[in-house]
């Protein structure tokens, strides 16, 4: 089955510098790559999502990037702010027979520090 | 719409007493998901269901562990007998029908058990 490895498991930065986080899965025919944020005591809530189709999609100050040869993908925040410090998860979703499951990555802390 | 609906939000119960976490997912959404979440093994698929039928229930711990969908609005996830090790927080997610559609999760259930 799919197996999602992400990295750093921890990430303290100092506010207004970028964050990076990178993940890598096992299956390819993963084609739908989420990236979720998840603040203390909350659900996880999507931030930004790349299709297999797309190499690089960017939202303001997020940006995510596929790899599809390497299999693996990267979130990028810029100009990072207090209130980006959370847990970041990425994801891959695939088809399965008869519905598509989706498979989370361990999660990243994210501390910025003002 | 008010989103996915869990209950209760926190559940404190004995070893070997019987829980059951409940969920409503999103209206028109056909996926439902059940995650668990723990610091040691992050966010773990449970099982899911497409039109009410349980998909994959690969990752389900055990047998003392089950889920029913009765109709397009409600689903359960019960443990019986429950065990400290259960301890977790449980995650309902819903989603459209497709596999690049993000998860859209509840607030959880916070499960601890003495």
């Known amino acids: 089955g799919e197996n999602v490895e992400q990295h750093p498991s921890t990430l303290s930065v100092q506010e207004g510098d970028s964050a990076v986080i990178k993940c890598t899965y096992s299956d390819s025919a993963s084609n739908y790559f989420p990236w979720y944020k998840q603040e203390l005591g909350k659900r996880p809530q999507l931030i930004i999502d790349i299709r297999s189709n797309v190499g690089e999609k960017k939202d303001q100050r997020i940006a995510v990037t596929l790899n599809k040869t390497a299999k693996h993908f990267s979130l990028h925040i810029t100009e990072t702010q207090p209130e980006d410090s959370a847990v970041y998860f990425c994801?891959?979703?695939?088809?399965?027979?008869?519905?598509?499951?989706?498979?989370f990555g361990a999660g990243t802390r994210l501390f910025v520090k003002a | 719409d008010a989103g996915v609906i869990q209950s209760p939000r926190h559940e404190v119960t004995e070893m070997g007493q019987e829980v059951t976490l409940r969920c409503k997912p999103i209206?028109?959404?056909?996926?439902l998901f059940w995650y668990r979440q723990t610091m040691m093994r992050g966010l773990e698929l449970l099982i899911y269901f497409n039109n009410n039928v349980p998909i994959d229930d690969s990752g389900m711990p055990e047998d003392r562990f089950s889920a029913k969908m009765p109709n397009a609005s409600f689903s359960t996830l019960k443990i019986q007998p429950s065990e400290p090790r259960d301890s977790a927080v449980y995650f309902c997610?819903?989603?459209?029908?497709?596999?690049?559609?993000?998860?859209?999760f509840g607030n959880g259930t916070r499960l601890t058990v003495t």
């Open positions: 209206s028109g959404h056909d996926y």
């Open positions: 994801a891959a979703s695939m088809g399965d027979t008869g519905g598509f499951k989706t498979i």
């Open positions: 997610a819903s989603s459209f029908s497709s596999y690049n559609s993000p998860l859209h």
